[in-house]
């Protein structure tokens, strides 16, 4: 198993930028493929990031493609999210996910581990 906890999220104007970190535990961290999904209020959880497990292959949402980069630290057991540009349409709650298995790396359902989400809030 791997835990996962993020930090990072808070408040900030339109046009700015935040960095999301999620610090996992456990199981080797290279051993997991690991996302980033967002969740707003009244809406279903989306995929935002992802990354394969050496960090090689990256692949996006077309929402944030251009704006975020997702990247990681084998040797931190760390994985990032750099958002610029923000806009009030990216307020969410921000969670990653790992998961050990290939195939789909944008549909929630591929991904074991979650953590418990930091919220970002982007005003106008």
């Known amino acids: 198993q791997v835990q996962l906890v993020e930090s990072g999220g808070g408040l900030v104007q339109a046009g700015g930028s935040l960095r999301l970190s999620c610090a996992a535990s456990g199981r080797t961290f290279s051993s997991y493929r690991m996302g980033w999904f967002r969740q707003a209020p009244g809406k279903e959880r989306e995929f935002v990031a992802a990354?394969?497990?050496?960090?090689?292959?990256?692949y996006y949402a077309d929402s944030v493609k251009g704006r975020f980069t997702i990247s990681r630290d084998n040797a931190k057991n760390t994985l990032y999210l750099q958002m610029n540009t923000l806009k009030p349409e990216d307020t969410a709650v921000y969670y990653c996910?790992?998961?050990?298995?290939?195939?789909?790396?944008?549909?929630?359902?591929?991904?074991?581990?979650w953590g418990q989400g930091t919220q970002v809030t982007v005003s106008a």
């Open positions: 996910a790992a998961t050990a298995y290939s195939g789909s790396y944008n549909s929630a359902g591929v991904y074991d581990y």
């Open positions: 990354i394969s497990w050496i960090g090689i292959s990256t």
